[in-house]
């Protein structure tokens, strides 16, 4: 399992890189102009979470297009082992995207001589890395299940949650202007503990149902 879950998951890697960069890199490229843009500390981790939220379904486009689904059906890889490459590509996509959240935000903050302190960073990281962890957790399994065509209307759940969240996030002044984010404490180990915890289970119970339900599925 383990050597087909690798080989799939840099096939995955690999297939989205190549057949659709724009959608790639265009989404990732936002994430930097929405830190130019809006001078508020934070906005680049913000939109990273937001960015990987709303890509998975990326991938699953490009097995409609591509009719790799039948591909899949028939390659000596097995099912499961799609399934869980295909976890570890929308894993590691939220880990570039927030990545490029955070470079952008220590450079718009040197550029505009702001105080980011570690804390508030690490802050930002937590809720981003938790946002990221429910929006693939709910997503994936929809489109196992339907594929990208039946499926899109989930991509807007996840927009309408961060949509949401952020406006709550911003009543409490964590990313508003009223404070300095050098004023933050930074979580707690057993906040992040808790938080990290519950999204690699919330991530594991996803994925078995994910194997289920694409187990079922004609392709």
């Given at each position: ?75 000596p ?18 880990v ?46 929809w ?10 209307p ?33 979580p ?32």
């Open positions: 399992m383990s050597t087909a879950l690798a080989r799939f998951t840099r096939f995955d890697l690999t297939t989205i890189a190549r057949t659709q960069p724009l959608r790639v890199l265009l989404p990732l490229g936002f994430i930097i102009v929405f830190s130019v843009v809006f001078p508020v500390p934070g906005t680049g981790i913000v939109m990273g979470a937001a960015i990987a939220a709303v890509s998975a379904s990326i991938p699953f486009q490009g097995d409609e297009r591509g009719r790799l689904d039948t591909l899949y059906g028939i390659a890889v097995g099912r499961t082992a799609v399934v869980l490459g295909r976890y570890v590509s929308m894993v590691v996509f939220a570039v995207a927030l990545g490029v959240g955070v470079a952008a935000t220590l450079a718009v903050a040197a550029v505009r001589q702001q105080d980011v302190a570690w804390p508030f960073l690490a802050t930002m990281l937590l809720v981003g890395a938790g946002a990221v962890f429910v929006a693939v957790a709910v997503q994936l399994p489109f196992f299940a339907l594929g990208y065509t039946r499926g899109r989930m991509v807007y759940i996840p927009i309408a949650v961060i949509a949401v969240g952020a406006f709550l996030v911003g009543q409490t002044g964590l990313i508003g202007s009223s404070g300095s984010p050098a004023d933050f404490a930074a707690s180990g057993a906040v992040a503990v808790i938080v990290l915890g519950v999204g690699v289970v919330l991530l594991a119970a996803s994925a078995a149902l994910a194997v289920r339900l694409y187990r079922r599925r004609q392709l």
